[in-house]
């Protein structure tokens, strides 16, 4: 297989951003006069023009008091709080946001891609994530989950590059990484938990596990300096050193059982009823819930796997939010047909990764193969989270050629898993599972050289 020249790589890259960005700006457009803020996204409004109007991030109550306020993480609505102040705070302006880092998401994917497949296969892979139709119709909701998917895909794209890099500047391709990983921790604060993941596999094959464990350290040391902060000014002004003021709050709804997994409203325990200090109230929830998981292990765990489906089945979050913004421009009907399109699409991309996976070369390969083909089952059932979670054993069933493979491969597997981790303590929900779309996507196109020769990345799977 001869390598494709840099020309016609930077040609696809572009190909994959133009179609990205022409079709988020299309979706703006349809949506600046007809989606207001809705859910999450009205908060994230009414806080981003605070901020914007200099006024931090403080909530105004309707006795006219004015308090300190960090129950969301700061990320996201000091992001479109900025641009808030350049150009106004019309929620358009916050969608124009979003569109923007979807367009460095799907370049990202396109990129990781590259490595993990034919120049073809990429580019069909970067077309396939400029598209996803559930992360564009995303696009003018005001809520998070597809900043997280863009900023992971992108810290993901510069540790490898940090890979490939020499010693010299490989370090700041690893501050690259470590930065966008601060700005999607300011936005999800889980997100923390990747940096050391991340870091590690930025090293060439071949690297010892000091050299590994210092370069993991640096990724995840460049992350929480960033950080510090906004955790300094919540300790200063809420009396609590944290991201958010909220991790308390879902982890009672999880350990909820009428909940089964998913959000719902919060029953307010007895000993927290007149706590009104939002970060005590939070500690409060907190404490509440770590005593009765402790006193009901089997119950708490028995809710696992009903957090994993709502998590990994079926995202349809696009929908959902354009439906509940404004039922007479996106009525039932569009969302079920949008929640319909986006299914089939994530399922026939997640079967790409896995068949990829199980056909490419490399250790184990009988073994990868049947494991993909029982995690292929579920696809066509009501549940897919099975095979969502069944990346992460055959990623491990690589040993150690995982270290040579394209980086979309460990990469991958660490998020998934992560994400899976977070949403089985807490509690689950389709959007949640969204942010991962981005680099399974980026695992599809090793289905098309499965059996190719090629770099050392392409031949060991992904």
Known sequence: MSEPSRAVLRRDAWIVALTALAARLLVVVWAATRIPPTADGSFYQTIATRIARGEGYTWLWPDGV????????????????????????????????????????????HALAVRATSRRGALVVGLVAALHVGLLAYTPALMTEGVTAALWVVSAWAAMRAREASSRRAWGWLAGAGAALAVATLVRPQSIAIAPWFGWWAIAPGAGWIARLRRSVAVTAIAVAMCVPWVVRNQVRLGEAGLSFNGGWNLLIGA????????????????????????????????????WIVSHPGTWLSLAPSKLAVTFDYCGAAGWYLHAANPKAFPYSWKVALGAVETALERVVLGAALLGLGLARGPRRRGRLAFGIVALLPLFTQHAWFAYLAIVPMAALFGGALASSAFALPACAGVVAITALTHAVFFGAGRYGLPVMPLVTALAGGLVVRGASGSAARSSGA
């Open 66 to 109: 004015v308090t300190y306020a960090a129950h969301y993480p700061v990320g996201y609505p000091a992001l479109i709080g900025a641009a808030y102040a350049l150009l106004g705070p019309r929620p358009f302006v916050a969608m124009l946001v979003n569109a923007i880092l979807g367009v460095a998401g799907a370049s990202a994917t």
């Open 256 to 291: 909820t059982p009428s909940a089964n997994g998913s959000w719902a409203p919060l029953k307010v325990p007895q000993a927290c009823r007149e706590v009104f200090d939002e970060a005590k109230k939070d500690d409060c929830f907190g404490r509440e819930a770590a005593r």
